[in-house]
Nanobody, 119 residues
Framework: VQLQASGGGLVQAGGSLRLSCAASGRTFSSYAMGWFRQAPGKERELVAAITRGGSTNYADSVKGRFTISRDNAKNTVYLQMSSLKPEDTAVYYC??????????????WGQGTLVTVSS
């Protein structure tokens, strides 16, 4: 599976952004999908995941502010981010979380998309 995230940008605190991740391959619908992020000087972390059936899970830091969704017909997963905070500043990537909530399954991350939240 090849993954390409897009939709990042510069936004003021309190604003919103919608990220997209396009996946290649016919087996997209067979996988749980997740959004990971890596802030400067920090380890990459999983912030949101969605199962094949559409059940979702979120890190405490984004719960209530971020919404993950997927469109299997378009091989795309989305992350709607609202009430953004400066601490959300990071490069965002999508990947398959092992076990539905765990380390990424694939080594290939793509370029990611940069989200910068100004205070």
């Amino acid at each position: 599976v090849q993954l390409q995230a897009s939709g990042g940008g510069l936004v003021q605190a309190g604003g919103s952004l919608r990220l997209s991740c396009a996946a290649s391959g016919r087996t997209f619908s067979s996988y749980a999908m997740g959004w990971f992020r890596q802030a400067p000087g920090k380890e990459r972390e999983l912030v949101a995941a969605i199962t094949r059936g559409g059940s979702t899970n979120y890190a405490d830091s984004v719960k209530g502010r971020f919404t993950i969704s997927r469109d299997n017909a378009k091989n795309t997963v989305y992350l709607q981010m609202s009430s953004l905070k400066p601490e959300d500043t990071a490069v965002y990537y999508c990947n398959v979380p092992a076990g539905g909530w765990g380390p990424a399954l694939f080594d290939s991350w793509g370029q990611g998309t940069l989200v910068t939240v100004s205070s």
